[in-house]
């Protein structure tokens, strides 16, 4: 099937929307099918950065149009290439795009800037590190058939990955999706025009509530906990979601934001498109602060993600290790990027200190368990208690009694000698929503807590 083109201004909106998902981020790569279309949805997020942080974004493709570097092409400049191969430094090849000069432009420098020594060169984690220190943001437009592209993507904060087949972009560690803009759809006649529909099956009413929380993540991401109330299936891309208890104003207001540009997206559907007649009730669940702030500095919060796919059956076949039994280990759902799809990630191992987890990883790989463009360290101190103190011997029972339940549990023990129970392990509160919305399904409260203790 050949598509039609999609309107430059199409790609640009959906680089707006995806702006906020980078506010926390230093270095991101914009991966496209199309590099010129990364570097239009590149130009977009910069643009829509907040307040006055400067944005620099860098090509590394060489001669991107949308960038201004076919203008030059005859004109032998400095760029990029200047940098990694001379240690020429980024200020006197950065190129003012904006008035206000916030957004900049690194140019390419040459065509040789898609070589495998300047992806992988050491400077590049120095370069993402100095973004960092002055909370400035750097956007990488580069193939995604570039040699040494995974050592550019570990020294960068992740990806947004623009137009990719799914196959591939579950094998970056994702920020944002930016899926192929659909048409605008006609307007469709009342319901009772329409043929009857089918029932909804479990499988899509799952789906749907993913959609239906991204509001619950703004609220989350605030800073802020509280009731939620989430109402009806209808559509999986037309969820409204209200809030149905007090909370700060910073969060009410980064949760009207979500809302407001959720309702933006469906805003020219009719009403009767909106509306589910099988389904009218409030689903509402409530979250709880985190049961033990004191152990933030104890926090076992580095993990090794095996995998991340777009599949429950993907992400679990990366727990079936050959010859090893893998620590702490646990499957979760989290939504991930600014499109609020499902990502399930295969976790194993609850570290205090990175270097352990790192060498850990090192193991799995040396190993031949492991490839090496796969796996990789996330501190991710948080997760669901299920279980506070246990006698350790009744760990196995209990996890296989969770998983009968749907729950990838796993034990760590505390100092007192007793188990504790967990599931999941998030890098953010806002990432537990999922799971704990599965516990909410089989009648248990989740409890959000910190992760502690040794694993045995």
Known sequence: MIHAPVPPDAWAAEGARTAEALDQVAAALVIG???EIAALVALAIAGG???????????????LAALGESANAGTPALGLLDCIRDGL??????????????IFILPSGGLGIGDRLVLESARWPRLV???????????????????GLQALVHAADGVVAVDLPPVLSRTF?????????????LPVGPLHERPPMPAPSWTRRRRSRIVRTLTVIALLGAGGWGSVALRGRAREASRRATIAAAAPAAAMATAATAAAALADSVGRMPDSAL????ESTADTITLGTVVNPADSTNATGFTVELVAANTHTGANSGLVVRGIAL???????VLLGADGRPWYRALT???????????????LRDRGLVRIEMGRVLRAPYALQLVERMPPEQRTAAIAQWAGRGISAYALLQDDGHASLFAGAFETPGQSVLLALSLRDIGVAPVLAFRTGRMF
């Open 173 to 185: 560690p994702l920020l944002a999706i930016i899926d192929r803009p659909e048409p605008e759809l």
């Open 89 to 102: 430094p980024i200020s006197e090849i950065a190129r003012p795009l904006s008035k206000d000069e916030r």
């Open 33 to 35: 099918r199309d590099p």
């Open 49 to 63: 950065q907040r307040g006055e942080r400067r944005v620099a974004i860098a090509d590394l493709v060489g001669g």
């Open 349 to 363: 191992g609850a570290w205090l200190l990175r270097a352990e987890a790192d060498s850990f990883l090192a193991m």
């Open 327 to 333: 620590p702490a280990p646990t499957l979760t759902a």
């Open 275 to 278: 509306t589910d007649p099988h």
């Open 129 to 147: 590190a100095g973004f960092r220190e002055v909370d400035a943001l750097l956007l990488i437009v580069v193939a995604a058939n570039a040699p």
